[in-house]
């Protein structure tokens, strides 16, 4: 997954080395969406307010373990737009996704092009409810 977006554990937030490398293979190994919400809570509970960055890493996982669960084999930023891609044989159901996708999308057979520009702040929800169909669709 590659997002137009700053993800990390900023130092400043988390001082320890090798506690942030302990987070961060905590956050390799969620398998759930109720995973990530007490991890995002332990986070606060145990460093205080979540910075952007250390939200936006959170939202990337979710949106990796939605993917997964879509049969999605990636998720690109490409010519200011998001791509994401099916895995090898998923082909996209275009007449249900047309009622779903409005406009700043771009479906195809084997996927879907959010045109971030046009999407603007919306772009991160946008996908979110888009892998949440894909994975419904399964």
Request: net charge positive; with cysteine; aromatic share 6%.
């Amino acid at each position: 997954i590659d997002l137009p977006l700053s993800a990390y554990l900023p130092q400043e937030y988390v001082a320890d080395l090798s506690t942030r490398l302990a987070l961060y293979q905590r956050l390799a190994k969620l398998r759930s969406l109720q995973e990530i919400k007490e991890i995002k809570e332990e986070f606060a509970d145990r460093f205080g307010k979540l910075p952007l960055p250390v939200e936006n890493l959170l939202y990337a996982v979710s949106i990796r373990l939605l993917a997964d669960r879509a049969d999605v084999q990636s998720i690109s930023t490409e010519d200011k737009q998001i791509v994401i891609r099916m895995r090898e044989g998923v082909k996209l159901n275009q007449a249900k996704l047309e009622a779903v996708c409005g406009q700043g999308i771009k479906l195809g057979t084997t996927q879907l092009r959010l045109d971030i520009k046009h999407l603007g702040n919306r772009w991160q929800k946008v996908l979110e409810e888009i892998i949440k169909h894909l994975s419904s669709e399964l």
